[in-house]
């Protein structure tokens, strides 16, 4: 078996942290020359130090993957450090999101959630997809979650932006077979990284996802470990966690009855603070929706 991220030269967003720091460590481990992306600068430069400790190579670039110009001088930036083109883009960066149900949830939260977890990894795809195919070889991985299809109340901004993914993903996988470049989506329940401390997750349902990833969550190294192997093996999907796979087939087995259970177990999802309608107090300008200007 070919192993794709074997001395990859990749670039991974938001790897200034978590997954895409795990990420981006473990395919150094692997022997790649990696690109370490994020808007965080001071978390990009920890994770070029850390790999650079490990003897590696890696360099930090400053990026905001919902801006298109910037996601394009990653490009640019990537291709002139490595000197050919990366052998694996890791769409990662993402933003956490949740606590209100739709119609409180006020319209600068879907537009800051899309904006980022799904335009970023649509500007990733439309930027890198060109010079991967061009060049016959390597891959993509998206990263989702399971999110994606388990539709849990109060969280539709980010269920949205993740399904968003999946459905890129698949379509990217069909566009590019037989062309060498092979299509990975990531997937996972709770994983325990700084996701939850963003300003996007009410505090209640924060405190609750923070005890359950405590309790129950992988560790981002186990799901960087996870992802690279699936990919090595050419899986498109990869649904790391037990709890994740039982919600994907139970919804695919049973979509009314589970949607049903999932109202019901939303209920527990502790309170947001009150809030007055979105719609009588949101002015976000909503001719944009794509949040590359934010
Ligand atoms: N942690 C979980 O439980 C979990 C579960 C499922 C999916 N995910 C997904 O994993 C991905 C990584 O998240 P994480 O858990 O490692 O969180 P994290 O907060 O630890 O890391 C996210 C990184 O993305 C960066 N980022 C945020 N906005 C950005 C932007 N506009 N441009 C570039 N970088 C940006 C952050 O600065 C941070 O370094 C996200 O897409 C997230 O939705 C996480």
């Known amino acids: ?110 537009q800051r959630t899309l904006g980022i977890n799904l335009w970023g990894v649509i500007n990733g795809c439309h930027v890198f997809v060109p010079t991967l195919r061009a060049a016959g070889r390597g891959g993509i991985i998206n990263v989702a979650s399971a999110a994606g299809f388990t539709a849990a109340p109060r969280m539709a901004a980010y269920n949205v932006s993740k399904a968003g993914v999946v459905s890129l993903s698949e379509t990217l996988a069909a566009e590019l077979t037989g062309t060498g470049v092979a299509v ?38 186990r799901v960087a470990r996870t992802t690279l192997d699936a990919h090595d093996k050419g899986r498109l999907y990869v649904v790391p966690q037990l709890d994740a796979q039982l919600l994907w087939r139970t919804k695919r087995l049973l979509p009314a009855p589970y949607t049903r259970a999932a109202g019901l ?13 979105a719609h009588q107090t949101d002015q976000t300008d909503q001719t944009d929706q794509t949040g590359a200007t934010r």
């Open 1 to 110: 078996m070919a192993r794709r991220t074997k001395n990859a030269d990749a670039v991974v967003t938001g790897a200034g942290s978590g997954i895409g720091r795990a990420v981006a460590r473990e395919i150094a481990r692997r022997g790649g020359r990696v690109v370490v992306a994020d808007v965080d600068d001071v978390g990009a430069k920890e994770t070029v130090a850390a790999i650079e400790a490990a003897g590696g190579e890696a360099l930090a670039v400053d990026c905001d993957v919902a801006d298109l110009a910037q996601v394009q001088a990653l490009h640019d930036t990537a291709l002139d450090w490595l000197d050919r083109p990366p052998h694996l883009v890791v769409n990662n960066a993402g933003i956490g999101a949740g606590g209100k149900v739709v119609g409180e949830a006020p319209m600068s939260e879907w």
């Open 184 to 221: 990975t989506v990531l997937c996972p329940t709770f994983v325990k990284t700084n996701i939850f401390d963003g300003d996007l997750i009410d505090p209640g349902a924060a405190g609750l996802a923070r005890r359950i990833a405590g309790i129950a969550g992988f560790s981002a190294d």
């Open 265 to 277: 177990l939303g209920r527990f999802v502790p309170d947001a603070e009150p809030t007055t309608p």
